[in-house]
């Protein structure tokens, strides 16, 4: 089946501007999750979704940036007056984990998608 | 907050040797350590996991453990081949949702 989709692929903005980044999830995967990967560095966790709703979104630098997933599947990062150092690649992963007691901790795997290269110029 | 240690950044070894690479963590409550792998331009694609009531996984040429008391966990490939090369993340799972991931290893196989 289709895999974890993101778009687009690349951006480039110019530094004040406002930049929304797209994610579809493998259907019926419940949890979201938005990372953001600088040049030779491993995924930065940012926020994540169970469902509609953000369970966590501590990873979240600042008041810029802000994510929604109204309807429980697509989800958007949104970054406000973009700055230079918001270049990065913004990876999105979806999995099918349901915290207890609907599940286990069982099922973590989290599938990337192929992520948008944003560059702020 | 959990903060996750990898070493070493860039690893070479010739092909057909192992290669080893090492991780600790911080927060003693992660339950959870996927291992990633990273391929120039590519998105990270999960390789192997262990949970903490698990020392010790295999899957053919790979394989990990983990030492909960010392907070240690390894990567260990064996018979290393030309498409093992590529960036390696180790992570760790503080609680069952947000993964913490290392600073990755590059790991270079050698002809």
């Known amino acids: 089946g289709a895999g974890v989709s993101q778009t687009p692929s690349n951006k480039v903005t110019e530094k004040g501007k406002y930049v929304e980044l797209r994610c579809d999830p493998i259907?019926?995967?419940?949890?979201l999750y938005w990372y953001r990967q600088s040049l030779g560095q491993g995924p930065e966790f940012l926020i994540y979704?169970?469902?509609?709703?953000?369970?966590?979104d501590s990873g979240l630098p600042n008041d810029r940036f802000f994510a929604v997933r109204p309807e429980g599947s697509v989800s958007t990062l949104k970054i406000q007056r973009t700055e230079r150092g918001d270049s990065a690649v913004y990876l999105c992963?979806?999995?099918?984990?349901?915290?207890?007691?609907?599940?286990?901790?069982?099922?973590?795997?989290?599938?990337f998608g192929p992520g948008t290269r944003l560059t702020v110029l | 907050g959990e903060n996750v240690e990898q070493h070493p950044s860039t690893l070479s070894v010739q092909e057909g040797d192992s290669a080893v690479i090492k991780c600790t963590y911080s927060d003693s409550a992660s339950n959870y350590f996927p291992w990633y792998k990273q391929e120039l331009g590519k998105r990270p694609q999960l390789i192997i996991d262990?949970?903490?009531?698990?020392g010790e996984k295999k899957d053919q040429r790979i394989a990990v453990t983990l030492n909960k008391t010392a907070k240690h966990f390894s990567l260990h490939i064996t018979e290393t081949q030309p498409e093992d090369s590529a960036v390696y993340f180790c992570a760790a799972s503080p609680r069952d949702d947000k993964i913490i991931f290392g600073k990755g290893t590059r790991l270079h196989i050698l002809p």
């Open positions: 992963a979806s999995s099918l984990h349901l915290p207890p007691p609907q599940g286990t901790s069982g099922n973590h795997e989290q599938f």
């Open positions: 979704f169970q469902g509609t709703g953000a369970a966590d």
């Open positions: 262990i949970r903490s009531n698990v």
């Open positions: 259907s019926g995967h419940t949890a």
